[in-house]
């Protein structure tokens, strides 16, 4: 009986906890969940159309690597700003570049959909730790900068309720910013245009599809490209507008936890943009209890869990969710199924 | 004479694709070599890839020492690279050999550096058991929410990977730090090492592992549970008509698989490294795939694979230190070869081939099951 009175208060303690911290962590969380929730993105829009891509943690790793690159390059020549905005250019480049790859290998080549995306993985963490010691690391030089995040005054942000959630959208970088846009955008995109319907006919039934006249493969090549071009934009928000710097490996994982992410979102962009918040909410949690601790027993229990495991809570999570959620959601049917035209062999 | 014809024929037909691979990958990567050759300091230079390769051979074979660092890199890709294997063999992709990996590394250090003092035939044979134990235990988490829920071990493993890195940081941080170290190690593992049985460091873990590699292909070709291993892998739902359980073979796959993954870094552990540490590294995981992919995921090919791996880990040092081109092509190598063999119709196409044998057929499992079509939970209602 005690326990259980235990147990009920520290749940009603991590509630008033939650009340209190939330408004100034929505800023943190959504800047953790944009790069997942751009990669969730670059999930449903291939897999949509019919081709798994597990490849979008290499090209998130590639983008971030080239996008610094340039603002790196460039960073003394044009001006900061400048050199950013061409960094980010380049980045989603290349993502749309590595797409056209990842599309050629599975829709042309017809190569497995899976081995394919363990290449691009693996090639994309051997090229930046090639380049990375090659260029950046004996030039000894100082990063690209970061772009500067935009600040809500104080007056608007006061206002309760309202106040926190609009400096969650607002209070960010440029990426950041646009990432609510893009999410209601493809939600619409997907479910109201002419693209959308070619896209969903395209991954649950390609034949019947071409036997109307949409060129599968077209629009196959046309979403993988787009796709992957958004998981670059992913890339360019880690290495310059969130860290600054760029570290072999840095994706750390991302990629796949986007792809959770879309699977908890059942393959819709805005289902996909709320299983990436709660990644977010989870991992700023566990910042966030070390700076500021709760009070109490429930301060006692949190502080007693090492860092360690706070930080491994995404990846656990991700898991969780996908044994919990994964059987009751249903994919395209015809998701990594490459598409042969009859009577071409 | 013509027997000799004939077996070289049949050679060619297995190992043509994957030799050309190999050095279709090379010849991409000398590319990259030379491209990037213009941005570094010394500036351009076309030969640089020569230079390069012969380095990687003369630090992989040219001197004695040199072929047994290739051997003992070696060792660990074996048990990897079957890890991998018999993954695909069932179906399954294993990409979570870094994770078992690590896990058998430190169960094998925590049970070596308890039996420090202890014979080596009892230390080293209770620390082996040890890191399979922990590979089993790491690899039958995702085995078993594949096989009951569905949820793809692409994802789990890798995630998997990333909190055993974090997770057994902490453990040895806070859990089981040796005394008397300036950094975060457990203790010396003393006996527990293997023995060394030739020159400076070819241990006992090499023959174990060749003899690990014809024991799984006994277990798959000879024996009843390999049989339901491979038709699970072949087609879960034919397994399923057919009596076989595929739910329960699915966890039993990557239970093995993931013990073959924990005696890989089991071996390491207790043969090279002596003591776990955070960060350890383990490209054994990524190395293991292509080893499973250019052995075409049979135990024999996946020997010869694993030399070929070895061989570039060993030599890698020597060509960085001589010609400044950084390791990590060897890991653009790799996926190369992984291109390469995945899309093998470029090879085909470019070397104009048609009697070669087709590539690992049980992909087609690990696919269609991302997408809840031929998964062993597939059809089972919920």
């Known amino acids: ?345 | 004479m013509i027997r000799l014809r004939g077996v070289a024929r049949r050679i060619w037909r297995v190992a043509s694709i994957p030799l050309l691979a190999i050095a279709l990958a090379f010849v991409v990567a000398a590319v990259v070599i030379v491209v990037s050759s213009a941005f570094t300091s010394t500036g351009f230079d076309l030969f640089l890839p020569i230079g390069a390769y012969s380095s990687l051979l003369a630090g992989a074979f040219g001197s004695g020492n040199g072929i047994t660092n290739t051997l003992v890199a070696a060792a660990p890709l074996i048990f990897g690279g079957l890890a991998v294997g018999l993954g695909f063999k069932g179906g399954l992709f294993n990409i979570g050999v870094a994770g078992q990996f690590l896990v058998g590394a430190f169960a094998a250090a925590i049970v070596g550096s308890a039996l420090a003092g202890a014979p080596t035939a009892v230390g080293a044979t209770l620390a082996m058991f040890a890191g399979a134990l922990g590979g089993a235990a790491f690899g039958f988490i995702p085995g078993f929410l594949k096989a009951r829920t569905g949820a793809h071990e692409v994802v789990t493993t890798i995630m998997l990977n990333n909190a055993a890195v974090l997770l057994l940081t902490w453990a040895v941080n806070d859990l089981v730090r040796a005394p008397g170290f300036s950094f975060p190690r457990t203790g010396d593992i003393g006996n527990s090492a293997l023995p060394i049985l030739l020159g400076r460091n070819l241990h006992l873990g090499i023959p174990l592992a060749v003899a690990t590699a014809f024991a799984v292909r006994w277990l798959l070709d000879r024996t009843t549970i390999g049989f339901e291993i491979r038709t699970v892998g072949q087609n879960p739902n034919a397994a399923r008509y057919a009596g076989m359980r595929p739910v329960v073979m699915t966890a039993l796959t990557m239970t093995l698989s993931g013990l073959l993954g924990g005696v890989a870094g089991a071996i390491q552990m207790l043969g090279v490294i002596g003591f776990y540490a955070p960060g350890i590294t383990a490209s054994v995981g990524f190395d293991s795939i292509a080893v499973a992919l250019l052995g075409r995921s049979d135990p024999i090919g996946i020997l010869f694979a694993a030399v070929l791996f070895g061989a570039f880990r060993a030599g890698a040092p020597l060509m960085q230190i001589e010609t400044s081109v950084p390791i990590e092509v060897i890991d653009i190598i790799q996926a190369l070869v992984i291109l390469f063999l995945a899309a093998d119709l470029i090879v085909r196409r470019v070397f104009r081939l048609r009697a070669a044998k087709a590539g690992i057929t049980e992909l087609k499992t690990v696919t269609q099951s991302w997408a809840g079509g031929a998964g062993p939970a597939a059809g089972q209602g919920s």
């Open chain 1, 1 to 345: 009986m005690d326990a259980v009175g235990t147990f009920f208060r520290l749940v009603w303690e991590l509630g008033v906890y939650l009340f209190v911290v939330l408004p100034d962590l929505l800023p943190i969380i959504l800047a953790l969940a944009t790069p997942l929730a751009l990669g969730a993105l670059c999930g449903v829009v291939c897999e949509r159309s019919g081709v798994v891509n597990i490849g979008i943690e290499g090209i998130m790793l590639m983008a971030a690597f080239f996008g610094y690159l340039t603002g790196f390059a460039l960073h003394d020549t044009v001006g900061s700003g400048q050199s950013l905005a061409l960094g980010v250019v380049v980045a989603v480049a290349v993502g749309g570049l590595l797409g056209l790859l990842h599309s050629w290998l599975t829709v042309s080549v017809r190569a497995d959909q899976i081995i394919a995306g363990t290449m691009m993985n693996i090639a994309a963490f051997g090229m930046t730790g090639y380049l990375n010691r090659l260029i950046i690391t004996p030039s000894g030089r100082g990063g690209a900068g970061i772009f500067t995040p935009f600040h809500l005054s104080g007056t608007i942000a006061g206002v309760p309720l309202v106040g926190p959630v609009f400096a969650m959208f607002v209070d960010q970088g440029p990426i950041a910013m646009s990432v609510i846009v893009i999410v209601i955008a493809l939600q619409l995109a997907l479910f109201r245009t002419r693209w959308g319907l070619r896209t969903r006919a395209v991954g649950e039934h390609p034949k019947a599809a071409d036997t109307v006249g949409i060129d599968v493969v077209r629009q196959r090549y046309l979403n993988v490209v787009f796709g992957c071009a958004l998981a670059g934009l992913a890339g360019a928000f880690l290495t310059l507008e969130s860290t600054g710097s760029f570290q072999n490996g840095m994706t750390g994982g991302r990629g796949f936890i986007a792809l959770a992410a879309m699977i908890f979102g059942r393959w819709t962009p805005v289902g996909a943009f709320g299983g990436a918040l709660l990644f977010g909410t989870a991992t700023a949690l566990g910042v966030v209890v070390n700076v500021r601790v709760p009070e109490g027993d429930l301060g006692t229990l949190m502080k007693s869990i090492p860092t360690f495991w706070y930080a491994a809570l995404p990846y656990l999570m991700t898991i969780v969710i996908l044994a919990g959620v994964v059987g009751r959601s249903t994919p395209p049917a015809a998701d990594g199924v490459p598409y042969v035209k009859e009577g071409k062999a």
